[in-house]
């Protein structure tokens, strides 16, 4: 039941803790992570406006403004981009972490799933929210209608990209790790997300590494003409020109963890693991 001193929930007004006045309810009690901005009400005519001091928002009437025009992307017409009163810097500094993109990309067996787990768990350790896109993992759902011909990987990678760009703006560290085998469609998901926010990893392992490893027996299969299109054998892959990070060259003798380490050190150098 909603107490006795409530105000109006239809009109965005919040009851005072019992025993404190409207003045200082909030400001004593408020968290340091400030993320009310604002709020529109069920009928669209209030929003509450965040006070950098952390004192109670104030109710703004926003009758009689456009919301902006409609618009047209791609396919879909007439819809409009609808903003929320809690915006990426807020949910950064409630994880105190800064949201991003680690795009691993490389050749089948390159080691780019096992990379992934390994930064996932140390940047957990460290406290850190990480999200896995692995290339398997999404086609069991997500991109379960998609092929391996080049417009289906293509759009597989687009989908992927903006999911991935959703989790950075979220204040998420999403961990990307795909074949992704076109500079075009890899350059294509950097340009969604902020300069800086987009880290490319190139596993450098040569093809005869990986098909040497053939962890899931597809280089061989590819070799005997059973699988089509496959990158590396019939289908070209096309390495990273100017990426952020390079990892995994023979000789190099590192370690997934080693590799992961190099990874968490980029993102501690460019400040994303705090807010």
């Known amino acids: 039941m909603i107490a006795a001193g409530a105000k109006s929930l239809l009109g965005l007004s919040i009851a005072s803790p019992k025993g404190l006045s409207d003045s200082n309810s909030l400001s004593s009690h408020s968290r340091s992570v400030g993320v009310v901005r604002s709020c529109v009400s069920m009928d669209g005519s209030q929003t509450l406006s965040h006070n950098t001091n952390g004192s109670f ?45 680690i795009w691993v990309t490389g050749l089948s067996g390159s080691g780019k799933s096992t990379l992934a787990c390994a930064l996932n768990q140390m940047l957990y350790k460290k406290g850190k929210l990480c999200y896995i896109l692995d290339g398997d993992n999404v086609r069991h759902g997500l991109n379960r209608d998609l092929s391996f011909k080049a417009e289906d990987r293509a759009e597989n990678i687009r989908r992927v990209g903006e999911v991935a760009k959703l989790f ?9 790790s795909l074949i ?49 299109g496959f990158t590396g054998i019939d289908d070209p892959y096309e390495p990273p020109l100017n990426c952020e990070i390079s ?5 190099s003798g590192t370690s997934p963890i080693e590799m992961a380490e190099v990874i968490v050190g980029y993102l501690e150098n460019k400040g994303y693991l705090q807010a």
């Not at 053939?214 to 699988?227: F, Q, T």
């Open 57 to 101: 928002p104030e109710l703004k009437s926003i009758n009689g403004k456009k919301q902006g025009p409609l618009s047209t992307v791609g396919n879909s017409t007439n819809i409009k981009w609808h903003e929320c009163p809690v915006e990426t810097v807020d949910r950064q500094r409630l994880l105190d972490q800064k949201g991003c993109v």
């Open 168 to 176: 950075a703006d979220a204040g998420i560290i999403c961990i990307a």
């Open 247 to 251: 990892l995994g060259r023979e000789g």
């Open 180 to 228: 992704s085998p076109y500079r075009t469609d890899r350059d294509a998901c950097r340009n969604l997300l902020p300069e800086g926010d987009f880290v490319e990893v190139f596993m450098d392992v040569s093809l005869e590494v990986c098909e040497a490893r053939d962890p899931k027996g597809l280089y061989k299969l590819a070799r005997a003409g059973k699988i089509k």
